[in-house]
């Protein structure tokens, strides 16, 4: 059964960005260059991967964390030759800015707000691949978020083959343009935050805010080092490595029903409140609600069932897995 609200444009939408190809523009998301001859082991000083690791044309995730170990932003860095540059959701630069500048004393970094600066798009689809790689008449990066200038990202936004290209702003519309030309149909944001739910990716400001601590949103593989050493927040990280687990988890949760849960809602387990939803979407490719939440341990694991306001739900793996 599929929602009344899951209209014929968005399911084509839906099928650009998962089975052929889409667009869709994210030119409002927040991108930070730092350059510099100390800006790899400046930044490195204040997010939780470890960025001596990082080679041009390649990029890491990472969290900022503040003094007591609660994130800041959920970031991307990207390795240029001269530069890193930080992609991440809209309406962090101001933040972002003020936290690294406050301890810029006399090092060789320089900050820069590239946001108006730079266009972005969001590429996606099983097709994806192959038409980016005739248009721009060269091999697309294997590795997750390498790039080449124009600034092509592999990136981690869906479970289909997806990319982001960044580009100056007044070649947005000329880009953009050439690739619809090839057949690329754009898309909007909602069909973005199907595709972004189904990879279980979580965002800044909707399922990730400065209350929690880096192991609680479950990206320790993609995003924390624990071996890099001293860094701004690492004594929390580290202490909690030791524990050996945090009191909640951000899991994928199933609804059986198709009432879509709403953002905030309370998840149950025998009777007792044990989560709460923080985003959700209805998933064509489930056929059900899925949604990311935090769950408290134990009840975290995978098949756990629990109840709420929708309906009855289950923990799965990560996002379709």
Known sequence: ???????????????????????????????????????????????????RKLEPG????AFLTNLKGRILGHVFVICGADSLVLDTVPG???????????????EDVQLHDRTQEWGELFVAGAEAGQHLDQWLAA??????????????LRGPWSGSPGYQIVMPREVLNQRTAQLTSRGAERCSREA??????????PQFGQDISDANLPQEVNRDAAAISFTK???????????????????RLLVAVRWQSD??????????HEGQSVGQVTSAVWSPRLGSPLGLAYVRTPHHRAGTPLQSAAGIATVVESGCR
């Open 92 to 106: 962090q630069a101001e933040t972002i800015l003020n936290h690294l500048d406050r301890y810029l004393i006399r």
């Open 259 to 268: 009432v879509l849960p709403a953002a905030g809602e309370s998840l149950q």
């Open 1 to 51: 059964m599929t929602p009344r609200a899951f209209s014929d444009s968005l399911a084509s939408e839906y099928r650009a960005l998962t089975q052929t190809w889409g667009l869709v523009d994210v030119s409002d998301r927040t991108r930070i260059e730092l350059t510099g001859r100390d800006r790899a082991s400046f930044l490195n000083a204040f997010c939780t991967n470890d960025l």
């Open 229 to 247: 050493g001293c860094y701004l927040g690492q004594e929390t990280v580290a202490r909690l490595d030791a524990l050996g687990h945090v009191n």
């Open 58 to 61: 390649h990029g890491c995730e």
């Open 192 to 201: 973005l935050e199907i595709v972004r739910i189904e990879a279980g990716l």
């Open 139 to 152: 091999d697309l990066p294997e590795r997750m978020l390498g790039h080449d200038w124009l600034l092509v």
